[in-house]
């Protein structure tokens, strides 16, 4: 499983745009891209997957290069409920697709 | 909601006594997760099952914890002789049958705290 690496910790205030960059340089090919977002006392929970280029739902866009060594997650206009743990996982989605979490990004967004 | 049910919550225990832990997954899914998840952490990989059989388990399963899935359904998580390191959150995800869905559903978690 390829091994992630992301910023511990990021600031933000509310309305901005956050960019969160996840270096994955031994992506095999194929594996898939998901980050997950985390609350105190909850589980996580899945927000975006992609394989390439870009990806977008109602939450978050998701940038891939075309090395795909890594990814880009990015938040709109952030509020501050916004404020939580994001994990950027890789892996393939064999049948068991067991998720390796490392210790994500700490994301505070400030008023 | 993300319809993964934990229970207990919280449980707190003195080293030595056992716990067991129960996760309710979504009913449709057939693939079972167990994490654990200490402090400033991301979630360690446990166990897996698909439907009742445990295909998984990783080597910080030590011989004093042990999950079971009887019927495919529910989930139990059981820690024999606890020890102040077990101490942290016990995660419980689930899946669909289909392996072209990617998404984990968690649960809450249940807190211990071995005194």
């Known amino acids: 499983l390829a091994k992630t690496t992301q910023p511990i910790s990021m600031d933000s205030y509310e309305g901005q745009e956050v960019n969160i960059t996840c270096s994955h340089n031994n992506i095999a090919t194929n594996d898939y891209i998901t980050w997950y977002q985390q609350f105190p006392s909850q589980g996580p929970r899945f927000i975006i997957q992609g394989y390439k280029t870009k990806v977008t739902n109602e939450v978050a866009s998701l940038f891939i290069p075309a090395d795909r060594k890594s990814s880009t997650l990015s938040l709109p206009r952030v509020s501050l409920s916004d404020t939580a743990v994001y994990y950027c996982l890789v892996g393939e989605m064999d049948s068991s697709y067991k998720l390796i979490f490392g210790s994500g990004t700490r994301l505070l967004v400030r008023p | 909601d993300t319809g993964v049910s934990q229970d207990p919550r919280h449980k707190i225990t003195k080293r030595g006594q056992n716990v067991t832990f129960r996760c309710d997954p979504i009913?449709?899914?057939?693939?079972l997760y167990w994490y654990r998840q200490t402090l400033g952490q991301g979630p360690e990989f446990l166990t897996y099952f698909q439907n009742e059989a445990q295909l998984e388990k990783s080597r910080l399963l030590s011989d004093r914890f042990s999950a079971e899935r009887p019927k495919g359904s529910f989930s139990t998580l059981e820690i024999q002789r606890t020890e102040q390191g077990d101490s942290a959150m016990y995660l419980c995800?689930?899946?669909?049958?289909?392996?072209?869905?990617?998404?984990?559903?968690f649960g809450s978690g249940t807190q211990l705290s071995v005194l």
């Open positions: 009913s449709e899914h057939n693939r």
């Open positions: 995800a689930s899946r669909a049958r289909d392996t072209s869905n990617e998404k984990l559903f």
